[in-house]
């Protein structure tokens, strides 16, 4: 029978006879339960005790090993807390129940999750994310170029690039003026830099659509004599392409609701850092975009105040479009 972790520094079996029966004779309970409760960065995990410490010697292999229960930092409600990137450790948890590393197509935070993999002493996972990555099997991307409404596709072709020559027994044809758009810049030369996902086929800023919305609140007396008591903004939306939305807000934007999103694949679930909407249309301005539209809705509702008199609460939920042309 194994013994509990407290008690590995002592040698397994005794070596005389008489002490040993009586220390041994009651089992004593395990020292963390088989399902345990993580809070990692705000970000609640329960999973099996073997798997957290499924590879030895890394940093939770030590604290469900060899540490006590009480000695662990804990949340209030009692789960197990660790003060890291929430978001991220589901890559984490996800390596330790098989020791397979799979990460989505178009996964933009590889560096981060590498850092994650070094606090938590995963030296095989480390290793695994600092490595090249190899192209899949299959076909080649496809490579579609600049369509004729001055729109990019999903993949980005080099200004100076160029069909590779059509092999033996293929049907010789005109070029693809979707690839011959590509191929060439608009003055005519032969090659030019790389397009970003917010550029358009003449080096300038891509057009698009952006819309930030917010919800508030606020009071007003039954009598509505006294001033509106406006709460403030508690979150900023950002819907629209997500290079856009990355070449505006830059860091300020929070992708943590929609993380592994392609560049030219379009969100709703970003949200800014900042709860000023002034600093957000400061920011579209500087990009170049301009207001094209607004839109509120809202709704009313009475609630007793201390002083026994009703309050109106209204509360409305506000959007606003912008446009870059």
Known sequence: MALADSTRGLPNGGGGGGGSGSSSSSAEPPLFPDIVELNVGGQVYVTRRCTVVSVPDSLLWRMFTQQQPQELARDSKGRFFLDRDGFLFRYILDYLRDLQLVLPDYFPERSRLQREAEYFELPELVRRLGAPQQPGPGPPPSRRGVHKEGSLGDELLPLGYAEPEQQEGASAGAPSPTLELASRSPSGGAAGPLLTPSQSLDGSRRSGYITIGYRGSYTIGRDAQADAKF???????????????????????????????????????????????????????????????????????FASSTDQSED?????????????E
């Open 231 to 301: 709460r403030r903004v508690a979150r900023i939306t950002v819907c629209g392409k997500t290079s856009l939305a990355k070449e505006v807000f830059g860091d300020t934007l929070n992708e943590s609701r929609d993380p592994d999103r392609p560049p030219e694949r379009y969100t709703s679930r970003y949200y800014l850092k900042f709860n000023f909407l002034e600093q957000a249309f400061d920011k579209l301005s500087e990009s170049g975009f301009h207001m094209v539209a607004c839109s509120s809705t809202g709704t009313c509702a």
């Open 312 to 324: 109106k609460i209204w509360t409305s939920y506000t959007e606003y479009v912008f446009c870059r």
